[in-house]
């Protein structure tokens, strides 16, 4: 019989292992939504930046676990130029939320979990909290 190792982290997974583990890991977990939203245009020094607000949602059937990943960053607003994110003190630092829920509940359960991070960070914006 075919021993388990336990390994402490994704660095000491053996090179050759790494396409069987990240298999696992995706059938394990199942995307729930994936969705920004831009707030508003703030002024910085820098000129001109939009105030976005983002969640990645994925769902553990294993443990009925809903995992939101979520960030708050300022982006430029030139559509000509390449993306260029960068933060603010006065933003929110990224947070991730677990809760249980039963699989027809994750997709509803992530979107509120995202509006109230989207109000978080309004709330947060200097220029956007009076809108």
């Known amino acids: 019989m075919r021993q388990r190792q336990n390994l402490a982290s994704p660095s000491q997974i053996p090179a050759s292992h790494v396409p069987v583990a990240v298999a696992w890991l995706c059938k394990k977990m199942k995307r729930v939504i994936d969705t920004s939203e831009v707030l508003g245009t703030v002024g910085t020094p820098e000129g001109a930046r939009e105030v976005c607000a983002s969640a990645d949602a994925s769902y553990e059937e294993e443990t009925a676990r809903l995992v939101v990943k979520l ?10 130029s390449k993306e260029k994110r960068s933060s603010a003190d006065w933003l929110p630092k990224p947070e991730t939320v677990r809760e249980s829920v039963g699989p027809d509940e994750t997709v509803e ?19 956007l909290a009076q809108r």
């Open 71 to 80: 960030d708050a960053f300022l982006r430029n607003t030139d559509l000509l």
């Open 109 to 127: 359960m992530a979107r509120d979990i995202f509006h109230r991070w989207v109000r978080k960070v309004r709330e947060a914006a200097p220029a």
